[in-house]
């Protein structure tokens, strides 16, 4: 085996991906599930592969509009993946102080994280794809491989385009603000397709507003010939094309190395020198103090919610991805209407109040504090409960009053709050009761709180906000 250069790109580039992928690994049961998961992924893939091994696979324009879409999809939510990797990188990474001190060059350093992003980005959709286009290949198709190539293409660019997005509202908005920033437009971005599609679907009756973008871009010409139509014979392995994305990618990636070299340094340097939490003050500390345990909780959870703009990117992501279901209320009609959104109102919530429940746990700062404090612990945790219910109102509130305003069904409206109401109690009494104490910053990356909670909160989901739509949908 040859060995690399200590220092080189290609050898911090290893240790990356090697990193990335340790950071998709998990242990214990988690990891023998997934194991199994992939196992009886793959061999379905193979059976797929042995179904059509005689079948001809022929580049065809609809096949090609078809891997256009798919291409920009990904290329979104990939983008989205490399702005929180890159955040995470600039932000909370502790081993840039170690690599920028020591004798290597700052561009090579860059190159080498951006490499460790793209590789993360590139397992998440290998193991959506290659299970079953390897084996497709390898059974009869051969030029499909050329779907790996394009994948390696659009990791390459999705980096490039994230960091450069990262850097950027860095040095404009500073580092703190940058975080929230970054975050917000990571999930916007993440969902803008899916708005885009919603929002163009006006004028064209009840058909769906993807055969409809679809009919568009046929009509235009588009995924046949061109730029269009080049990941689509990308993928279906023209040297041409393959040549042309991974020259596209390489450029990218090679460039942003070189073009934001110092705007990387300096970046990382801000964030190091700003990100510390706000001064005292020096003002009267009285305001601070109240008489019984409710009042200083919530002034603690809300303050706790205020002082890290991190997570407040939790509630705005809910915010984004609440949007078409209120455009579909607004624009559509029908007795399924109400009743749909009394489904999505008690999910949203108990969404909602779970992870504001599991946060006041995990970010308990003073445990033991609490737990030779004179006040019972069920106290404590129907305060902390309290206050979840009360984050999450604002947004829980907004399902039931389309219901009562667009969905014309001011008793359906009420029964939603209701269940609302009652689902998020219970969701965040679960979380309450199975999280465990842990690290503030795992909030971010949701979940860290227990798997049995978050299944348990999608069965009180499903139970009351079936229970929520079946009422709506009788009562009219």
Do not use: C, N
């Not at 199994?36 to 509009?65: K, S, W």
């Not at 090579?108 to 590139?122: E, N």
């Amino acid at each position: 085996m040859t060995r690399l250069t200590p220092g080189s790109f290609a050898w911090l580039a290893r240790h990356e991906l090697r990193l990335a992928w340790r950071g998709r690994r998990r242990g214990g049961k988690r990891q023998a599930l997934a194991l199994v998961l992939l196992g009886l992924y793959l061999a379905a893939g193979m059976a797929v592969a042995y179904f059509v091994m005689g079948v001809p696979i022929d580049y065809r324009a609809e096949i090609g509009i078809g891997i256009l879409a798919a291409s920009v999809v990904a290329l979104s939510f990939m983008t989205t993946q490399a702005i929180l990797g890159s955040q995470q990188t600039l932000y909370e990474s502790r081993d840039l102080d170690l690599l920028l001190t020591a004798p290597i060059e700052g561009r090579v350093v860059l190159l080498a994280k951006l490499a460790g992003i793209a590789g993360a980005i590139a397992l998440t959709y290998a193991g959506l794809l290659l299970p079953v286009v390897v084996p497709v290949a390898i059974l009869g198709h051969p030029h499909l491989l050329g779907v790996v190539a394009l994948l390696v293409a659009l990791a390459l660019t999705a980096a490039a385009i994230g960091i450069a997005v990262t850097l950027a509202l860095a040095s404009i908005a500073g580092p703190r603000a940058a975080r929230t920033v970054g975050q917000v437009a990571a999930a916007v971005l993440g969902g803008a397709l899916f708005l885009f599609s919603q929002l163009s679907h006006g004028g064209h009756g009840r058909r769906s507003s993807f055969v409809v973008i679809f009919d568009d871009l046929r009509a235009w010409g588009w995924g046949e010939t061109g730029w269009s139509g080049v990941p689509g014979h990308a993928a279906f392995g023209d040297p041409v094309s393959l040549a042309i994305l991974l020259a596209i990618g390489v450029a990218l990636f090679a460039g942003t190395g070189a073009v934001l070299q110092r705007l990387f340094l300096s970046g990382y340097q801000d964030a190091g020198m700003r990100l510390s939490r706000a001064r005292p003050t020096g003002k009267a500390s009285a305001r601070l103090f109240h008489a019984g345990l409710f009042r200083p909780v919530l002034a603690k959870e809300w303050r706790l919610l205020a002082r890290d703009p991190g997570l407040v990117f939790q509630v705005i992501l809910r915010l984004v991805y609440l949007i078409p279901l209120m455009l579909v209320a607004f624009r559509g009609s029908g007795g399924l209407i109400a009743p749909g959104l009394a489904f999505a109102s008690v999910l949203v919530a108990t969404q909602l109040t779970g992870s504001f429940a599991w946060l006041a746990v995990s970010g308990e700062d003073a445990p033991e504090l609490i737990a030779v404090a004179p006040v019972h612990k069920q106290r404590v945790d129907q305060a902390k409960l309290a206050a979840a219910l009360l984050m999450a109102a604002p947004i829980a509130a907004l399902l039931p009053i389309a219901i009562a305003t667009v969905g014309r069904s001011p008793l359906g409206a009420l029964v939603s709050l209701v269940a609302t109401a009652i689902g998020g109690t219970i969701a965040g009494y679960i979380e309450l009761k199975l999280a465990k104490p842990g690290q503030r910053s795992a909030f971010a990356k949701r979940r860290g709180g227990s798997a049995i909670a978050g299944i348990l909160g999608m069965i009180v989901a499903a139970i009351f906000g079936g229970g929520a739509a079946a009422i709506t949908y009788f009562i009219g």
